[in-house]
């Protein structure tokens, strides 16, 4: 079995059963713990800041440890996380806050238009952003601005395709959509349960790509081939779910998974690879950006500023998290690193590619229903 | 004119003063369980519309959810799952507490409960991953098979709705253990002498006397592991891989992915329907002070 990656009393009253752990027993002993407990956190050590904290709504990624602690040395105050996973979700949780309680929101930049329609997130400096630095294509994505205005400050990109054992698995087969559906690898592939990624990879294999796809063609041309993909598959899961079938030999290939997924492991596992698919890899592209409820943008932009920074930039990159391309060219990574990620092959790739954006609120429902209808299928 | 009786009115003011200080309590659940419920009663008769939640009254959310034939399918299989994990559960937590009651010395029954309370000390996350290394393809299961012979390649434990309830079996047979246990050491030894006296023999014995008195500790635990485990979404996801759709995973893409509370509410409305009836079936021997 190959390694696995680290990541990241009862008693029912009973009146007759004088020697077991009593209710009154139970509540003294919960009382001791929960007071102990209580007593350590009082007298731990805490650190004090200077009222320049902020909340930060993101990916696993940007909560690195050494990320953060750049971001609290920028700012002088401390970084409070949150993780989410999907823009869908972060959404969600900011609709369920108070005002203020977010300052920076790591978005997907392709999904930065969408969101500043609700006005969740404000227009940003373009001209603070060092569009110079980052590599060929980043800042001519056609979602980058939005009716010219600019809404996040993109910082790390990668793509999804299949990750693979590639001791099981021939690389040329993981160069093409059609390895979804091959009779070969039946019962050998575990599904990312993120939704719109699978039918933007479903469609790019059928000849649509993910900004064409409407609530008709996914009706008539995707539904029938992700059918065949979940039957072709053994499991749908989370990231953690899909990464232990293929650590445990369970399954061979990941279907939406890529760099970011294995990229962390390959250098302890070499039978792990990853391939975007030549009809075009479906990009992802992270981004910073501000709440407009937020009283500390400052600290915000103080923050964007540090994530862009070499040292940034390399942190995040290489996260304990998930591993991807930096956007800055001068990133200072190791020759290894540059390997693992394909640093000289991102401008051919880049061209072929791509970006996953959320749908309209009708596509993304109409996703939703045939998603809820793949995992009964 | 009527003169009030004294006692009878010191009685009416303690009975006044009892009254009160049951308030708290009652304000309690009313706050934290009656409201939430009737909270997302009325939400599951609201839309979300264009991404807005709209508080129009409709049955939307309701159709949607009978029309859609694989919803409905998800619904009997989360019932379905539930009911498999709670006769299993039965079958195999009884024995175990019949042991610990009768079999196991006084002295050493509260250590041997808390050995079986061992597997709630850990994180329930961890079990459920540590169950998909056990049922994989290399896991310990399929390399004992193979290598003594009795398989000739790896089995497919892992990602099946056997590996599903297989978990919760795992995470529920203590709580029915520890129901079953505690109501079992209320039963007075006498009540089974008498039957041996009587000349019943001692399956006779726990067909008759046993297993009739230790009806509400199997009612209680029954209940408590129908309504966990219908209403759990992680197992399935984890060990079933996904491969058969409960409600609440449903429920989950409503509320994680579309923001849609309404539809969310509308199915959990569903699986509250379904406990409510698993209650009225088990209320004739669901009596907690037995417990």
């Known amino acids: ?377 | 004119m009527a003169v009030p009786h004294r006692s009878a009115g010191r009685r009416s003011f303690y009975l006044n003063v009892s009254r009160w200080a049951v308030a708290p309590s009652l304000v309690y659940v009313a706050i934290f369980f009656a409201a939430p419920i009737v909270v997302m009663i009325i939400v599951s008769f609201w839309q979300r519309v264009g991404g807005k939640l709209e508080a129009v009254w409709s049955f939307v959310n309701y159709e949607k959810l009978f029309k859609k034939s694989y919803l409905l399918e998800g619904w009997f299989n989360s019932i379905e799952v539930a009911l498999i994990t709670t006769v299993v559960s039965i079958l195999v937590a009884y024995p175990l507490a019949y042991v610990l009651a009768y079999q196991v010395p006084k002295h050493w029954q509260k250590f041997a409960l808390i050995l079986c309370i061992l597997p709630f000390w850990t994180s329930y996350l961890v079990r459920s991953y540590a169950w998909t290394i056990v049922l994989s393809e290399t896991g310990i299961i399929n390399t004992v098979l193979l290598s003594i012979g009795i398989i000739d390649d790896p089995m497919q434990i892992g990602y099946t709705r056997g590996a599903t309830v297989l978990g919760f079996v795992h995470f529920f047979m203590m709580l029915l253990t520890l129901t079953i246990y505690s109501n079992l050491v209320q039963i007075s030894k006498s009540y089974r002498l008498a039957g041996e006296d009587l000349g019943a023999n001692k399956f006779q014995v726990f067909l008759r006397i046993t297993l009739p008195l230790s009806l509400p500790g199997i009612a209680i635990g029954a209940f408590i592991t129908f309504v966990i485990a219908i209403g759990d979404f992680i197992t399935p996801m984890i060990l079933g891989g996904g491969n058969e759709m409960l409600l609440p995973q449903a429920i989950m893409l409503q509320v994680q992915r579309a923001n849609d509370f309404p539809m969310a509410s509308a199915m959990s409305v569903l699986l509250m329907i379904s406990v409510t009836i698993a209650y009225f079936l088990l209320a004739r021997w669901l009596k907690m002070d037995r417990v």
């Not at chain 1, 713990?33 to 990916?59: C, E, R």
């Not at chain 1, 690898?185 to 990312?192: D, L, Q, S």
């Not at chain 1, 900004?211 to 008709?216: C, G, H, N, R």
């Open chain 1, 1 to 377: 079995m190959k390694p696995i990656r680290p990541n990241g009393p009862f008693s029912p009253y009973d009146r007759s059963v004088s020697t077991l752990m009593n209710r009154r027993r139970f509540m003294k002993g919960a009382a001791a713990v929960t007071g102990g407990a209580a007593a350590a956190g009082m007298m731990a050590p805490t650190k004090s800041y200077a009222g320049n904290d902020i909340s930060f709504l993101t990916w696993c990624d940007h909560t690195d440890a050494r990320l953060i602690g750049l971001y609290e040395e920028a700012i002088g105050g401390k970084v409070n996380v949150k993780s989410y996973e999907g823009t869908g979700s972060a959404l969600a949780t900011i609709e369920q806050s108070q005002p203020g309680d977010w300052d920076m929101f790591m978005c997907d930049f392709q999904d930065t238009g969408m969101v500043s329609a609700t006005g969740i997130i404000d227009q940003l400096d373009d001209s603070r952003v060092p569009w110079d630095g980052m590599f060929e294509g980043i800042q001519a994505q056609p979602h980058a601005y939005t009716n010219g205005k600019l809404y996040g400050v993109p910082d790390k990109f990668g793509y999804y395709g299949v990750a693979y054992n590639k001791d099981k698995v021939d690389p040329e087969d993981a160069k093409s959509g059609a390895i979804m559906y091959d009779p070969k690898y039946k019962g050998r592939i575990a599904v990312y349960d993120y939704y719109f990624v699978i039918m933007q990879l479903v469609g790019i294999s059928k000849g649509i790509i993910p900004a064409d796809i409407t609530v008709e063609n996914l009706e008539s041309v995707i539904r029938e081939p992700l059918l065949e993909l979940k039957a072709n598959s053994l499991l749908t899961g989370d990231i953690l779910t899909t990464l232990n079938a293929l650590h445990t030999e369970s399954v061979d290939i990941i279907v939406g998974g890529a760099e970011w997924s294995v990229a962390l492991d390959m250098a302890n596992s070499p039978w792990l690879d990853y391939q975007y698919f030549d009809e075009g890899a479906l990009m992802w592209n992270e981004a910073l950006s501000i709440v407009s409820d937020s009283e500390n943008k400052d600290a915000v932009w103080d923050c964007i500023d540090t994530t862009l920074t070499p040292d940034g930039q390399r942190y995040l990159a290489t996260s304990d998290c998930y591993w991807a391309m930096p956007v800055m060219k001068n990133t200072p990574l190791t020759d290894d690193e540059k390997a693992i990620l394909r640093w000289d092959e991102q401008p051919g790739i880049l061209a072929n590619s791509y970006p996953s954006t959320m749908g309209t609120p009708d596509v993304d429902a109409a996703m939703i229903d045939l998603w809820t209808e793949y995992l009964a299928s």
